[in-house]
């Protein structure tokens, strides 16, 4: 069965600190995708990005950055100089190409919380 | 274009009394999901819709709830009678073809029984 772990329930921070948050799955499927979603104060849940298994490339976007890695089936987020702003809840979502479903599977979520 | 909305933003209602919650999905996407978020935990898949049919319910909870999506535009999800526990933030959410198909979620319906 396909699983999500977020180990950090918590995490504050500073203005401008550089901050990462955890993810490590569980899959037995060989093809399958890795999701990050940001869910802000107001409650929507913003898709961030997508990874497949195929393509470990790291991916960099402004202040955001991930780093898969197969090996430790790790998908890390990481956010450079943190603002305000980025204080929210992140879920890291995982679907398996399979014949089973298509739903998501996401982890119980990190809450950053960025102090000015 | 528009996103995923959901109706209503807010629902407070007793227990025992039933609730429809609405999701219209991003025009033009067939898969149309459900899921819910309790007390703060995880988000839990319900159920998918491909078009019009179910093509996954594993995830309800049991049979007071029950979902629709006639004509496989818009869709409903109703719990009858409610129950104490059924409180939470429940999201829709939609996406083109299966498989790396990001899902664009709605901004979720609060419930709270009482």
Known sequence: AQKVTQAQTEISVVEKEDVTL?????TRDTTYYLFWYKQPPSGELVFLIRRNSFDEQNEISGRYSWNFQKSTSSFNFTITASQVVDSAVY??????????GQNFVFGPGTRLSVLP | EAGVTQFPS????????????RCDPISGHDNLYWYRRVMGKEI??????????????SGMPNNRFLAERTGGTYST?????????????????????????????GNGTRLTVT
Do not use: M
């Open chain 1, 22 to 26: 955890d993810c490590v799955y569980e």
């Open chain 1, 91 to 100: 879920f890291c979502a995982l679907r398996e190409r399979d014949n089973y």
């Open chain 2, 10 to 21: 807010h629902s407070v209602i007793e227990k025992g009394q039933t609730v429809t919650l």
């Open chain 2, 44 to 57: 839990k898949f319900l159920l998918h819709f491909v078009k019009e049919s179910k093509q996954d319910e």
């Open chain 2, 77 to 105: 999800l109703k719990v009858q009678p409610a129950e104490l526990e059924d409180s939470g933030v429940y999201f829709c959410a939609s996406s083109q073809e299966s498989g790396n198909s990001p899902l664009h979620f």
